[in-house]
């Protein structure tokens, strides 16, 4: 298929399987904002359920410390509930 007949989110999804990429570079490459591509990594998420691939997160990790055991592994905390540093690396998505 033609790369101007596919959608954003089929170019994503692409592109996820041949690395991994955070919410803020996939809003870069594709020139989306960064709400709208975490959106995207979600519904890429639920059409992979159906086959052999998976969504896999690595999680965000604190610069300072090397702290990952957040909550939540989508979303960039503000800052580490370890040493409080605000240096905290986005979330990266990839198809595997």
Known sequence: ??????????RIADRLR???????????TFEIQTSDALTHVEHIAKSLEPTDEQLLVAPPE???????DFDDLTNR?????????????E??????
């Open 1 to 10: 298929m033609r790369e101007a007949s596919r959608t954003t989110r089929q």
């Open 18 to 28: 041949e690395e991994a990429m955070a919410a803020g570079a996939i809003a870069t």
């Open 62 to 68: 604190c610069e300072e410390c090397g702290f990952s």
């Open 77 to 89: 905390p503000s800052r580490c509930p370890e040493c409080k540093c605000e240096s905290i690396t």
């Open 91 to 96: 979330p990266a998505y990839r198809i595997g």
